[in-house]
């Protein structure tokens, strides 16, 4: 895949730049860590059919099926979407995490990469764990994690953080800069300026996207009424992991 001249927009890293999502996220996202992880609370809760909501380009599912799960993948992103089918077995749909759609339950739904910070209302955040639940079995485990609004660093919202990422015959320089802070609902807007080089051919990218850190206290009450009982909270990763079960069939 490739892209030619410079773009800008909205979330032009899981559309245009899909394929640098896969090389440079292998980097960024302990993904064995995660793996393990998620593996551990999986064999304690007992579950082996798996719904990953936010699945990407499909790294952390390949692995599951590897270790003899059972997992659907559901991503927004097409693009992510057409990379995870050259990578797993596994059935794949395209849906939004607010309105999940599938004809069978599952024994534990997991949502990781902090693709939960998007729900920018109230109203996302209960629209989705409300379709979480739907797609769960009765006493199904759900697994997320997010930007935890208790541990917010100040200096991303005073200079541009830059990272290098040397992928073989490419080279991807990414800075980044939050701006905008609301404390309302913990959300701010991030700034990427993506310089991708190779065969000696310098290309920019620019994204932005707003993005919200939670309290623990809220998501658990949110969960509740979405019909979840916590089970644990977690901070790993600089992020907030809760893992939630399943207490009631459905939800108003």
């Known amino acids: 895949m490739s892209f030619n001249g410079s773009k800008s927009g909205y979330h032009v890293l899981y559309k245009e730049l899909a394929w640098i999502y896969d090389?440079?996220?292998?980097?960024?996202?302990?993904?064995?860590?995660?793996?393990?992880?998620?593996?551990?609370?999986l064999e304690?809760?007992?579950?082996?059919?798996?719904?990953?909501?936010?699945?990407?380009?499909?790294?952390?599912?390949?692995?599951?099926?590897?270790?003899?799960y059972e997992v659907t993948g559901l991503d927004l992103s097409e693009e992510?979407?057409?990379?995870a089918r050259k990578r797993t077995e596994g059935k794949l749909l395209r849906q939004d995490m607010r309105n999940i759609k599938v004809d069978e339950f599952f024994d534990a739904l997991i949502c990781l990469g902090r693709s939960f910070t998007y729900m920018l209302t109230d109203n996302d955040v209960e629209k989705a764990l409300k379709s979480f639940n739907s797609a769960l079995k009765s006493g199904g485990v759900l697994i997320?994690?997010?930007?935890?609004?208790?541990?917010?660093d100040e200096s991303y919202?005073?200079?541009w953080k830059e990272k290098i990422f040397e992928l073989g015959t490419f080279r991807v320089t990414r800075l980044s800069k939050s701006f905008d802070y609301d404390e309302r609902n913990n959300s701010w807007l991030v700034k990427w300026k993506y310089i991708v080089e190779r065969d000696d051919k310098k290309e920019r990218v620019y994204d932005q996207a707003r993005l919200r850190a939670f309290h623990e206290t809220y998501l658990k009450e949110k969960l509740g009424?979405?019909?979840?009982?916590?089970?644990?909270?977690?901070h790993?990763?600089?992020?907030?992991i809760l893992i939630a079960k399943k207490t009631l069939m459905s939800v108003p």
């Open 44 to 68: 304690k809760y007992g579950c082996r059919k798996i719904l990953e909501v936010a699945c990407g380009t499909g790294r952390l599912m390949e692995t599951l099926e590897k270790n003899g």
């Open 80 to 83: 992510m979407l057409e990379i």
């Open 236 to 240: 790993k990763w600089n992020s907030l």
């Open 225 to 234: 009424k979405c019909g979840f009982h916590v089970l644990e909270s977690i």
């Open 144 to 152: 997320f994690d997010n930007f935890d609004a208790e541990q917010k």
């Open 23 to 41: 090389e440079i996220y292998a980097y960024i996202f302990p993904y064995e860590e995660i793996f393990d992880f998620v593996s551990r609370v």
């Open 157 to 159: 919202f005073k200079e």
